[in-house]
């Protein structure tokens, strides 16, 4: 058998590169620094930004939630609202599923 596949020779282990220890934790920092960066601080900028907006929400104001239903907002709770979309059809939601305020006017110029 030794006709056709070469033995194999054992050869020593490569001495390891000095500082390799080093470039490791440089390396982690540096991916961890870019996913901050890229991920994390602008997430929690647009969270910021739409706690902001559903502190804000007030009474008469015009909202467009996550699910994508129009309407104005009747009454206000610490976390619920009630929205009318339409002549005697109120509907109850939670605050975070607001997506945006709607400029004054917007509902009436849709429909």
Do not use: C
């Not at 559903?54 to 309407?71: Q, R």
């Not at 609202?81 to 939670?94: I, S, Y």
């Amino acid at each position: 058998m030794s006709l056709f596949i070469a033995s194999a020779h054992a050869q020593a282990e490569a001495p390891a590169a000095p500082g390799g220890e080093i470039f490791q934790i440089v390396f982690l920092v540096g991916l961890f620094a870019l996913f901050y960066f890229i991920a994390i601080r602008p997430q929690r900028k647009r969270q910021k930004e739409h706690a902001k907006m559903v502190g804000a929400l007030s009474k008469g104001d015009e909202v467009v939630t996550s699910s994508g239903i129009l309407g104005r907002v009747t009454s206000l709770d610490d976390n619920y609202m009630v929205l009318n979309v339409a002549n005697n059809v109120d509907m109850k939601f939670q605050r975070v599923h607001v997506h945006a305020i709607l400029p004054k006017g917007t509902l009436k110029s849709i429909a």
